[in-house]
């Protein structure tokens, strides 16, 4: 299907916009402490604040996916742009724990119905080589979004703690260019659509989920390491993690090249390999600044990976149930992204936080060793 760049341009700013729900607040989470001081558990709830969304997204998803194939692409992305804005800028006036808790559980809906349709979207757009290489491109694009938001969260968040929820308004100001240059595909889902998913995506789908488990130590844990025990401040926590999306974004550039050369399974063990690393010199690190060149190579590594699952899923896929598909694997990547913080919170609890990077970043190198080992008759 051949599109305009002003197609291509608005489908990368909606893809930049689903990330935004990673990043945008994480620089406020530590402050949340001090805002509600008489709450129990505040740590744990500040980090909820970041992966609720995710939970509404794991449980919807795969039902979205299936209600979407029957609404205009360019309909469901204005409804989705229109529920982002609202809800993602709640925390500016909601006073409780408990409605700001709400508020991102809702704000998971806009992001599940951006990721669904996006993701198809780009399954309908471009052929195979022209979609690995258009998605090492979206990836690199949402990461340099992620990294403006980032800083002006973590600029935002030292003057007051609600400022960053503003950047969600940015939502409202992309809905022109949907309606304006938005293509609708062909459709296909009449052809075969009470067709099953085929069943080869079932192992896809938990490798994404094991994926963003991992890599969303990134905005989960690195804010309080940083802010916490090094006594960083915000703009400098949104700076450093800011360099890791650099470096997500040249990860996600490379895929094209790696994807000549490996397969999807031996790209996804080379991602964990860079990421272990990664995480084992993140927990060796005693200065602030070490961060800006530790931090990174677990953004490369997030960068490899996330590219290739996206890339793997669509492969696989049949045209008439991208919409399908793309629900399932958004329910597994959202799910990973809420399980982080509550399968990880006990081992920061027993080894600190920083001892925990070290524990993970060992284990992700031996699982890696244990898989090599039986690779052949894994078909890697």
């Not at 309080?224 to 990860?251: D, H, R, Y």
């Not at 290739?308 to 669509?314: D, E, F, I, K």
Request: charged residues 10%.
């Amino acid at each position: 299907m051949q599109i305009s760049q002003a197609t291509k341009f608005t489908l990368l700013l909606l893809s930049m916009v689903t990330v935004m729900s990673n990043v945008a607040i994480i620089t406020s989470l530590p402050q949340l402490k001090n805002q509600f001081p008489d709450v129990a558990e505040m740590e744990l709830y500040s980090r909820l604040m970041i992966t609720l969304p995710s939970l509404s997204i794991a449980f919807l998803a795969p039902f979205l996916g299936l209600a979407l194939q029957k609404v205009r692409r360019k309909v469901s992305v204005v409804v989705g742009l229109i529920l982002f804005s609202l809800f993602g800028s709640a925390g500016l006036y909601l006073e409780s724990i408990e409605t700001l808790l709400l508020s991102r559980a809702f704000f998971g809906v806009a992001i599940a119905i951006l990721m669904i349709v996006t993701t198809s979207l780009v399954g309908d757009y471009f052929s195979e080589n022209r979609r690995h290489k258009y998605m090492g491109l979206q990836s690199a694009f949402t990461a340099v979004g992620g990294i403006l938001f980032l800083i002006g969260g973590g600029m935002l968040s030292d003057i007051y703690w609600r400022y960053p929820f503003g950047i969600y308004l940015v939502g409202v100001l992309f809905i022109p260019f949907v309606l304006l240059f938005l293509v609708e595909p062909e459709k296909h889902e009449e052809v075969a659509s009470t067709a099953e998913v085929n069943s080869s995506l079932l192992g896809i789908y938990f490798l994404a989920f094991v994926l963003m488990l991992i890599f969303y130590i990134l905005p989960t844990q690195m804010p309080f390491l940083i802010i916490e025990k090094f006594g960083a401040s915000g703009s400098l926590t949104g700076l450093i993690i800011a360099v890791a999306f650099v470096a997500n974004a040249v990860g996600a550039i490379s895929f094209a090249k790696l994807k000549e050369h490996f397969s999807f399974g031996m790209i996804y063990l080379i991602g964990l390999i860079i990421i272990g690393v990664g995480f084992i010199l993140i927990s060796l690190v005693d200065d602030v600044r070490f961060f800006f060149l530790t931090s990174p190579i677990m953004g490369f590594g997030g960068g490899i990976l996330m590219t290739n699952v996206m890339a793997w899923m669509l492969s696989k896929s049949h045209h008439s149930k991208r919409v399908k598909s793309s629900g399932y694997i958004t329910s597994a990547i959202f799910l990973g992204q809420f399980a982080s913080p509550l399968v990880f919170h006990p081992v920061v609890a027993s080894f600190g936080i920083q001892g925990f990077f070290a524990v993970v970043g060992v284990g992700l190198l031996v699982v890696v060793a244990v898989v090599m080992l039986f690779k052949k008759p894994l078909k890697l």
